[in-house]
């Protein structure tokens, strides 16, 4: 199938697929003799594959290695280690959104939204409001 099959298959634009080639996370397509990338039902499966790390905000490092022992067929504690690894990162993002979250909430609950210029919302973007985050 050619390129736009293959990203119709996958759920995967046509541009990050060159793109995913031309870093190494794919391999290389075979061409046509008019130079077009011809994809294989095997290349759409691991395209998938890449759509769903993606889904779960894996970093394309990680992407690789569960690639690798994906297809090598490697021993699942490898692969769960990997995901307890992303797991506890997305916890910390998600302490720091809460926390984000909740600041400025804080912030619009204090400010009255009427049309005078006083604002503790740009008060503390201008730095002078002192809520850490």
Same mark, same amino acid.
């Given at each position: 199938?050619?390129?736009? *099959? /293959? ?6 634009? /046509? ?11 794919? *391999?290389? /397509? ?26 779960? #905000? ?12 994906? *297809? #090598? ?7 769960? *280690? ?20 909740? !600041?400025?909430?804080?912030? !619009? ?25």
């Amino acid at each position: 199938m050619n390129i736009g *099959q /293959a990203a119709l298959a996958s759920g995967i634009k /046509a541009k990050m697929i060159r793109y995913y080639e031309g870093i190494g996370l794919i *391999q290389a /397509a075979s061409r046509t003799e008019a130079g077009y990338r011809i994809y294989t039902d095997t290349d759409v499966r691991t395209l998938r594959f890449i759509r769903r790390a993606r889904d779960f #905000g894996l970093p394309m490092a990680r992407i690789k290695l569960l690639i690798g022992l994906w *297809q #090598g067929k490697k021993p699942s504690r490898a692969v769960k *280690q990997i995901a307890l690894e992303h797991v506890s990162e997305l916890s910390g993002k998600i302490v720091e959104l809460t926390a984000m979250r909740d !600041a400025l909430r804080e912030l !619009a609950d204090a400010c009255d939204g009427d049309n005078r210029p006083e604002c503790p919302i740009l008060r503390d973007l201008e730095g002078a409001g002192g809520h850490a985050l």
